[in-house]
């Protein structure tokens, strides 16, 4: 394409006053590939403008919506107005399986304290103690999560003690966030704080031991459209226990044996990474990124297991099934491959996916032209070798950072430093490492990171890609655009999308999406000629 991507992000930026223009030019960088290994700095994890209509959500959508609420017996109680719990109820298709028809399942309810006028001038603790009885004496569950929105930190409610008082009263596990929507610049801080509760309240709490000899934790998986049902029957099949998921089809017993694990496996970085470290310091296991996300992709993390356990068995198992699953996924692939090669795709999504199914769209010939996340941080589109160097601001000084040291009798180093280095330098393993979206991407391609609506306009116009990764929000502008989008949030109704049974569900449905003939008769705004006043005013 001969489009250049400098012109292109003076396009985009052109219409700011000059300086939101220069906040925004330093979140929209063009990649290229240094002879040091870096890439350019991005700027990100900041504000969005006033004004901006931006793709992000907020903190406790983070917190309650993301990394708790896909665990099924973990009952959520929102401590807000009524709004903030509607707006939350059922809107992520995380998936989940009970063990049994007696076994416990909250997620499709929706709790809510239902906050009114009078509890924000007089305060509303009294309310939420009585929420917490009646939610306990109706569902018996092992463990209550209080969540508080914004209204709850302004009038300076204090969940904790609330919290601490009713674990005393009725004798379960309860546990408050102070994970208020303005908390963070986005739903990035609701993922720390759900993190920093997990660790205090959660892991650790159950000790069963497990026989099995290869024994993980999958962090950053929420089972969205069945993923984790794919990725589970993936690992079972290759002999590997997975002792739990953070947090997709999870309960509390899992999560809290989770540290009997001997490696922890993450997925998504950006939502969970803190566990995974704050685990390691504590317990000793290590942890390594995964990506699950198209076949290729799969298959390499499965081998990257086999070779951290270095066991022949393991290894030989493994290799069985890549080579079983990939035969299946060849044969679609090859279909699909003739008939999407050479398209193009945008992706804007979260904080990873909109860089681990570039690799899914390069394994049917569609090239990715720009991708940024919502809320991902400079160390997933750099890599975390920018850690270092980032300085704290005011925004992620509201969040508590844990002081964690090893336990004195649960602390047992799975692998020593010389395992790990061994093992690093014999095979592709990287511990405590990710490399980051844009290493990965190719040389000049447009990277923008919190994409505004104006933004978006301007790319579809300059670029018309043949199809457009982003949320509901986005959806519809786009499509009367005659783009079609296909969400990867949601999967739209469909997913999985994980692992090698997953790869071949999209490539099927990129491939009805791309080559619908429905898209070219959608006439874009910017091709029909402007309607006079007049005209508007007759129709
Ligand atoms: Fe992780 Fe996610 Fe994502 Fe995320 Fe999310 Fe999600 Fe996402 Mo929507 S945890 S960062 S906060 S992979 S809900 S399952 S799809 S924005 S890219």
Redesign the pocket.
């Known amino acids: 394409m001969s489009i250049d991507p400098r012109d292109v992000k003076e396009q985009l930026i052109q219409i700011y006053p000059k300086k939101l223009r220069q906040k925004r030019s330093e979140q929209i960088v063009v990649t290229e590939h240094r002879e040091d290994g870096s890439v350019p700095e991005i700027k990100a994890n900041v504000r969005s403008s006033p004004g901006i209509i931006t793709q992000r959500?907020c903190t406790y959508?983070?917190c309650k919506?993301?990394?708790i609420g896909p665990s099924r017996d973990i009952l959520s109680l929102v401590h807000g107005p009524i709004g903030c719990s509607f707006y939350a109820w059922l809107t992520?298709r995380?998936q989940t399986r009970p063990d049994g028809p007696d076994a416990q399942n909250f997620i499709n309810y929706c709790l809510s304290t239902d906050m009114q006028e009078e509890n924000i001038v007089f305060g509303g603790e009294k309310k939420l103690k009585v929420a917490v009885r009646e939610a306990y004496h109706l569902f018996h569950p092992k463990a209550i999560a209080i969540f508080s929105t914004c209204p709850v930190g302004l009038i300076g409610d204090d969940v904790h003690a609330v919290a601490r008082e009713m674990k005393e009263e009725l004798g379960i596990n309860i546990f408050g966030f102070s994970c208020e929507g303005y908390r963070g610049v986005s739903?990035?801080a609701g993922?720390h704080i759900a993190n920093n509760g997990l660790f205090k309240h959660i892991i650790g709490n159950v000790e069963t031991q497990h026989d099995e000899k290869f024994k993980i934790n999958l962090l950053?998986e929420?089972n969205?459209g069945g993923d984790g049902f794919v990725l589970e029957d993936m690992l079972t099949r290759c002999g590997i226990k997975q002792i739990s998921t953070f947090s997709g089809n999870s309960t509390y017993e899992t999560m809290a044996n989770s540290h009997t694990a001997d490696l922890n496996l993450v997925?998504?970085h950006?939502?969970?990474n803190y566990v995974a470290e704050m685990m390691e310091k504590r317990f000793g296991i290590p942890w390594m990124k995964v990506n699950f996300i198209g076949a290729t992709a799969s298959a390499k993390s499965l081998r990257r297991i086999g070779e951290y356990f270095e066991d022949d068995g393991l290894k030989a198992r493994i290799e069985e099934v890549i080579a079983e699953e990939m035969a299946k996924v060849e044969a679609v692939q090859a279909v699909v491959k003739a008939r999407c090669q050479g398209k193009t795709a945008m992706l804007f999504?979260?904080?990873?996916?909109?860089h681990h199914y570039q690799q899914l769209f390069t394994e049917i010939g569609i090239k990715t032209i720009v991708a940024g996340?919502?809320?991902?941080h400079r160390d997933d589109y750099e890599g975390r070798k920018v850690l270092p160097g980032l300085k704290i601001d005011a925004d992620s000084r509201n969040i508590e950072e844990i002081e964690v040291v090893p336990d004195p009798e649960r602390y047992r180093a799975r692998r020593t430093p010389e395992q790990l280095a061994r093992l690093e330098a014999m095979t592709e393993l990287e511990f405590r490492d990710y490399i980051g979206m844009m290493p990965e991407m190719d040389e000049d391609t447009l990277v923008v990171d919190d994409l505004s609506h104006h933004e978006t306009e301007r790319l579809l116009e300059i670029y018309k890609p043949d199809i457009f990764c982003a949320?509901i929000k986005e959806k519809y502008g786009v499509q009367k655009m005659g783009i079609p989008c296909k969400q990867?949030?949601?999967y739209d109704y469909g997913g999985p999308y994980a692992g090698f049974r997953g790869a071949i569900n999209f490539f099927n449905d990129i491939d009805r999406m791309v080559n619908m003939k429905i898209w070219s008769y959608v006439t874009p705004p910017w091709q029909s000629p402007a309607k006079q006043p007049e005209e508007v005013a007759a129709d």
């Open positions: 959500g959508a983070g919506g993301v990394v992520r995380n739903q990035s993922h950053g929420y969205i997925m998504c950006r939502s969970i999504v979260g904080g990873s996916r909109a996340y919502e809320f991902g949320g990867l949030h949601s």
